[in-house]
């Protein structure tokens, strides 16, 4: 428990961020393959990975609501709306997702335009606009049957897609391409894993992706315990059922995988006891940066093409002597030549979550003191976007009671959480000084 509520403080840390880069800057087990019908045509160039941040701002969707431009120079959050004399107040703008839909991922392409993808009770749709937010145009739509679909990565022709449907043998993860125009997606290819995979980072045209496998402990049988044992019965035999699932270990690897043909070639691959990932990733441009999650040790790289080394790391002695649960999680964010990490220590249920930039030449970490409070945790402000020499952050939250009417009409209350945002530059934020130039979201 004390990890699971270590990972969830830090999830809230970096949802936001992930490891994708702005567009302008620039494996082992084949189980199940689905064969393509059509040959591949001539590469596309270089894929990229699609991000909501850009040098000048970051786009971001407020759930179901609308669709913005966080403007760094402005220090405005913009409506994504080419509707002349707009308000951008009613239903009627054209920022305002339809009624009914959930907007789930707003992204730049490389030549200006933004696709984002909308969800109904019915089906997943695919969209193109301008910059701006004018001259939409549907570019497929997809009947949900109980598949999760998403956007993985692009290049100068095509957006490449993939869905995750579940079955008896495990997740099926199938990767298709949509051209920029719009048509029917075609699937390129499949695997059948025990979890679909995680996007890393691109690196030419391949997919760099995590694969994770548990089956192991699929094979541990379940407590044999009953409403009516008495409290001391159900104590051991759910102790001995932990002490069987601490046996089990899962298998880790981190594959090259050709967007074309599913051609995998394995990076690196390990495996890590019950409950733990093990390590913590971040792929950037062609190397593979990796920590020991739960002890402080050296940065390890490995590159694409298999080269390996190290960096040692001088952590600090509340670090290296603590004597509780540890869990460390790289950011995947640079700032001036230093890498950005958390470390969360728990002792009893309290956790502590220290933030760090990592010199990648000499090996020290300096601490990054600016935190705020959120979901009653004291915890690193919260990065939701990272320009040229700034950074948008999240630096304060409250939660009060908010009133509104319910759907027969009559007064309701609930919890209404109120977030403050704003602009700091890399060198204030490196340095751990709060000087936040306040933007004002009219989201909330």
């Keep these: 428990m004390k990890k699971q509520m270590c990972l969830a403080a830090l999830c809230l840390l970096v949802a936001a961020g992930g490891c994708a880069q702005p567009p302008d800057s ?32 970051v786009y971001n969707v407020d759930g179901g609501r609308g669709q913005y431009f966080l403007d760094y120079a402005a220090a405005e959050n913009r409506p994504l709306c080419a509707v002349p004399g707009c308000t ?55 009947a949900e049957e109980n598949a ?6 692009a290049d100068e022709a095509y957006l490449y897609l993939y869905d995750v449907t579940y079955g008896e043998e495990g997740e099926q993860f199938t990767v298709s391409r949509l051209p920029l125009t719009g048509g029917t997606p075609e699937t390129l290819w499949g695997k059948t894993e ?5 996007l890393l980072g691109v690196n030419g045209r391949e997919l760099v992706l995590l694969w994770y496998d548990w089956s192991e402990r699929e094979t541990v049988p379940p407590a044999d315990t009953t409403e009516d044992m008495p409290w001391e019965e159900i104590r051991e035999r759910m102790a001995a059922y932990d002490a069987e699932m601490a046996k089990v270990t899962g298998k880790f690897r981190v594959t090259r995988c050709s967007v074309d043909t599913g051609e995998e070639q394995v990076v690196d691959a390990w495996t890590s006891n019950y409950g733990s990932a093990g390590r913590t990733l971040y ?42 649960d540890l869990y460390i999680n790289l950011e995947c964010r640079i700032l001036l030549d230093k890498m950005l990490l958390t470390v969360c220590e728990t002792q009893g249920t309290d956790p502590v979550v220290s933030r760090y930039a990592l010199d990648l030449e000499t090996g020290t970490l300096q601490e ?19 320009g040229e020499n700034c950074l948008a952050v999240i630096f304060e939250e409250q939660v009060q009671m908010g009133t509104y009417l319910d759907t027969d009409g009559m007064p309701a209350t609930s919890m209404e959480t109120h977030r ?7 060198e204030d934020f490196l340095a751990g000084i709060p000087n936040y130039r306040e933007i004002q979201m009219d989201m909330e």
């Design 26 to 57: 620039a494996p082992g087990g084949n189980t199940g393959e689905t064969a393509r019908e059509a040959a591949v045509p001539a590469a596309e160039g270089n894929l990229y990975r699609l991000s909501a941040e850009t040098p000048q701002g």
């Design 88 to 142: 951008h107040t009613g239903e009627g703008c054209a920022a305002r997702l339809p009624e009914g839909t959930y907007g789930l991922f707003l992204y730049p392409l490389t030549d200006g335009s933004l696709v984002y993808s909308l969800q109904d009770d019915a089906s997943y749709s695919f969209w193109r606009m301008d910059g701006d937010g004018g001259n939409r145009q549907e570019l497929t739509r997809m």
């Design 148 to 153: 999760i679909w998403n956007f993985l990565c």
């Design 194 to 198: 025990y979890t679909a995979p995680e």
């Design 283 to 324: 792929w950037e441009l062609d190397r593979l940066y990796w920590f020991d999650c739960e002890e402080p040790g050296p940065l390890h790289w490995v590159t694409a093409d298999g080269q390996t080394g190290e960096l040692a790391v001088d952590w600090p002695q509340e670090v290296t002597q603590w004597q509780g």
């Design 368 to 386: 990054i003191p600016l935190q705020y409070i959120a979901n009653a945790t004291q915890q690193p402000v919260s990065i939701e976007g990272q």
């Design 420 to 426: 403050r945002y704003g602009l700091i530059s890399t």
